[in-house]
């Protein structure tokens, strides 16, 4: 990977946090008179984008390259 590519993964994982953020501003928001299905949803929304935002940083940042990727990369 180069720059770009990271450019590109940091992008992505600022919208995945932007996501998440606003979620939790939302349910925030609803207040204690909201129904229920509405707070459960946007909890789990919120946990979701936090599972999503972990699991591309560690098969991105903290990826080290299986030896079947790299045989790939020099086949194609």
């Known amino acids: 990977m180069n720059e770009t590519h990271f450019d590109e993964i940091e992008r992505v ?6 996501a998440r953020r606003r979620a939790e501003k939302a349910r925030a928001e609803l ?4 129904e229920p299905h509405l707070v459960r949803a946007l909890e789990e929304a919120s946990k979701q984008l936090e ?9 991105t940042y903290f990826a080290v390259p299986s030896d ?3 045989q790939q990369k020099l086949v194609a």
């Open 68 to 70: 079947d990727a790299e």
């Open 13 to 18: 994982l600022m919208n995945i946090s932007g």
């Open 51 to 59: 599972q999503t935002h972990r699991e591309l940083m560690q098969q």
């Open 31 to 34: 207040g204690s008179d909201a």
